[in-house]
């Protein structure tokens, strides 16, 4: 939540600020801002977009070789003009972007009101550059002396970048709990709060570590200390992203480039992991923990969101086929409750950006009762992805719609060759099913490519007989089960159409009592297990008029004559179905959302990085 950009050199810092803003927009886009130093520190604040605040300050004195810009996802007041950062101190020598929470900011504004200073804002971060402020007054501090200084007195979570107008060459950043990178160029340095705004300019980065404090000013090394002032050493990485990676490539929006690229990313994450033929399956990251897996008592997967049902999915693969417990927890529940967790369990945690906060407190406290830690992430050199004792990476590449695609084939396939992986060390499958597996496997990026060019028109179709209605429900067995709950999340989230999944048994427990000629009913109909009963399921809507819209496996000949539409997709085997069944649901919220006028890209009150808890 919240993007932050500066820029340290010799060029023109406010068009790469504006660049680099428009590319982290995913984390936020209810308001922005941008300070410039160039003798005096001019502030450029807008509610709305970044292509907002470019039309309002382009025309302005926007001239400066330093700078820092945000753009904000509102936790503490209103998206306003105000409420944007950057905020300046009191005295406006200073001005400070934040990406997080300062959760003690009441006791510390009514200290600082005491003291003589007035706030213009309603955010916790106008509190924080006050603090700064206060401090180097003082005490007669050095910028990084007051940073440190005051960070030592908040409570919360933080990543920050502060200027200061008589430092003109310097550039003071900090972080905890909030990412922040810094890229070097040649006499120029780059901030942001990930890579995707650095890679055009430089790929040498320094991913900053918890309670970490850097001073990065012109001519000098790069200076990084910890909170308690101890110096560090951090560590150059080549990052490994190209730009083409970052662009929409011919699509309207990025959800769309993003489910078509499956075929492709569901190949690159299984690439050099699986080999049907000689029947293994490597993860290098199980490799080193391979006895704690086998012995593991039971494995616990947090996650958030869409992340949450790929754990549902590999909840089941892993029961199924390596017999190991498994328990999947919402990451926000399991840390605010006081879960049985011991040095026995393994805690999983699925996220795609690697920044979720409630997942990375419920990964500490796994930490701090000695389990053992894995990561199955996207982002490379997130804070989970560095937090956990091993993990593995999905490979999708950067997923830019907040609405998550991509990244749950690659969590799903991720998990499908860890279950392959710990059935096969634990004996808990038979040959033949293994290697009937790993082949299925092999092709399944194929058959979602049929999938995705054989019912785009049909899907189209559907669309259109949707798009008006103001409920759907979605209801799914077994493998297909929380494939139900991602395709309600994903219509609710795109196209604000109130949406829910249940497993399909449950309707008569209650939700058929919704259902009339007004409900839209997805049914994920392609198991093969409880065939039968998902048939009854259907009949039990018709017979309320309900109007069913049913995946079902092609060929398929008995749901088709009583569904009002079916889309069919390959067959497969039942592990593996969630990996195709998803992906017309994927297509169906994108079109019905955009037939809604929606921007599909940046949903009403999202984030695609949710980093605060
Ligand atoms: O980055 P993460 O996978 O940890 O994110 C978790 C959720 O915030 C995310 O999946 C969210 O639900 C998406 N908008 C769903 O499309």
Not at 179 to 205: F, Q
Not at 596 to 602: E, F, I, S, T, Y
């Amino acid at each position: 939540m919240c993007g932050i950009v500066a820029y340290l050199g010799k060029k023109e810092a406010f068009p790469i600020i504006i660049n680099g803003l428009k590319r982290l927009e995913y984390r936020g886009y209810d308001s922005t801002g941008i300070a410039i130093l160039n003798n005096e520190l001019k502030v450029f604040k807008k509610a709305g977009k970044v292509s907002d605040l470019e039309a309002y300050a382009s025309p302005l004195d926007t001239i400066g070789n330093i700078g820092i810009g945000h753009t904000r996802w509102a936790t503490h007041g209103k998206p306003n003009d105000t409420n944007a950062h950057p905020h300046k101190s009191g005295n406006s020598r200073l001005a400070l972007v934040h990406n997080g929470i300062i959760e003690n900011y009441k006791y510390l504004k009514s200290a600082l009101k005491e003291l003589g200073h007035h706030f213009d804002s309603e955010t916790d971060t106008e509190v924080l550059v006050h603090l700064i402020e206060e401090l180097q007054k003082r005490d007669d501090l050095s910028l990084e002396d007051a940073v440190r200084e005051a960070l030592t007195r908040v409570v919360g979570a933080y990543a920050i970048v502060v200027i200061d107008k008589d430092n003109p060459t310097k550039i003071v950043a900090a972080r905890k709990d909030s990412p922040l990178v810094i890229g070097i160029g040649n006499e120029e340095y780059y901030l942001a709060s990930d890579a995707t705004p650095l890679i055009e300019y430089t790929k040498k980065m320094i991913y900053l570590n918890e309670e970490e404090i850097a001073v990065v000013e012109l001519g000098k090394p790069i200076e990084v200390k910890s909170i308690d002032n101890i110096i560090q050493s951090p560590t150059i990485q080549e990052v490994d992203m190209n730009i083409e990676e970052l662009e929409k490539g011919g699509y309207d929006y990025f959800m769309m480039k993003e489910i078509h690229q499956q075929p492709a990313t569901v190949a690159d994450c299984m690439r050099g992991r699986i080999n049907a033929e000689e029947g293994w399956v490597h993860l290098g990251g199980v490799n080193q923990y391979e006895g704690k897996f086998t012995n593991a008592s039971r494995i616990i997967m947090a996650a958030c969101g869409t992340s949450w049902h790929s754990a549902l999915i590999g909840e089941y693969l892993f029961e199924e086929l390596a017999r190991i417990p498994v328990e999947v927890e919402y990451a926000s529940e399991l840390r605010y409750r006081n879960p049985v967790l011991t040095e026995n369990d393994v805690v999983i945690a699925i996220s795609q950006s690697g920044e979720t906060a409630d997942t990375l407190s419920a990964l500490r406290l796994a930490k701090e009762r000695g389990a053992l830690t894995y990561g199955i992430v996207n982002v490379v050199g997130s804070s989970i992805a560095r937090l956990t004792d091993a993990g593995s990476y999905i490979h999708a590449g950067p997923e830019i719609g907040v609405a998550s695609t991509k990244a749950f084939t690659g969590q799903v396939t991720l998990l499908t060759l860890m279950a392959l992986k710990l059935a096969k060390l634990r004996n808990t499958i038979s040959e033949d099913y293994y290697r009937q597996l790993l082949f299925e496997l092999k092709v399944i990026p194929k058959k979602i490519s049929q999938v995705l060019s054989q019912n785009e028109a049909h899907i189209k179709y559907i669309a259109n007989e949707i798009k008006d209605k103001t409920n759907a429900l979605y209801l799914g067995r077994g493998y297909n089960f929380p494939v139900a709950l991602e395709g309600a999340l994903k219509l609710k989230e795109i196209s604000y159409i109130h949406a829910e999944g249940y497993p399909a048994a449950e309707m008569k427990h209650g939700p058929i009592a919704l259902i009339d000629e007004n409900m839209p009913v997805f049914v994920i109909a392609t198991n093969k297990s409880a065939y039968e009963k998902i048939i009854s399921n259907i009949q039990e809507v018709k017979a309320r008029k309900g109007y069913v819209i049913a995946i079902v496996i092609e060929g398929e000949k008995t749901i088709s004559e009583i569904a009002d539409h079916v889309i069919e997709i390959p067959d497969t085997v039942e592990p593996l179905v969630p990996l195709l069944s998803v992906i017309p649901l994927q297509l169906l919220s994108y079109y019905i959302a955009i037939l809604r006028g929606c921007n599909v890209d940046q949903p009403r009150n999202l984030a695609k990085s949710v980093t605060v808890e």
